[in-house]
Nanobody
Framework: QVQLVESGGGLVQAGGSLRLSCAAS????????MGWFRQAPGKEREFVAA????????YYADSVKGRFTISRDNAKNTVYLQMNSLKPDDTAVYYC????????????????WGQGTQVTVSS
């Protein structure tokens, strides 16, 4: 069992930055691929970024490529999402997820999900 708790969300002006954190419980965190997803009001959940268990491979949605960076610290059981050059379209609830195999774009392969953290970008 893995429990995930996101933090770091908030209100920021367009062009600003935020860093989200996702703290995981359990001693097997380093064996999971991790990902970030987001869901805006009235929209479907959207893939944002993923990272493999070593941190040596990352993958991003085109909408955030070059602005967001996913990373992980297995010693701290934490995955991060550094978000720069934020836009109003980035406003959403951001969720982290853990997958035993791979994250995937749809999230159906993810085994555990956090409760989410709200990110609001004002224009």
């Amino acid at each position: 069992q893995v429990q995930l708790v996101e933090s770091g969300g908030g209100l920021v002006q367009a062009g600003g930055s935020l860093r989200l954190s996702c703290a995981a419980s359990g001693r097997t965190f380093s064996s999971y691929a991790m990902g970030w997803f987001r869901q805006a009001p009235g929209k479907e959940r959207e893939f944002v970024a993923a990272i493999n268990w070593t941190g040596g491979w990352t993958y991003y949605a085109d909408s955030v490529k070059g602005r967001f960076t996913i990373s992980r610290d297995n010693a701290k059981n934490t995955v991060y999402l550094q978000m720069n050059s934020l836009k109003p379209d980035d406003t959403a609830v951001y969720y982290c997820a853990a997958a035993r195999s791979y994250v995937g774009n749809s999230g159906v392969k993810c085994d555990y999900w956090g409760q989410g953290t709200q990110v609001t970008v004002s224009s």
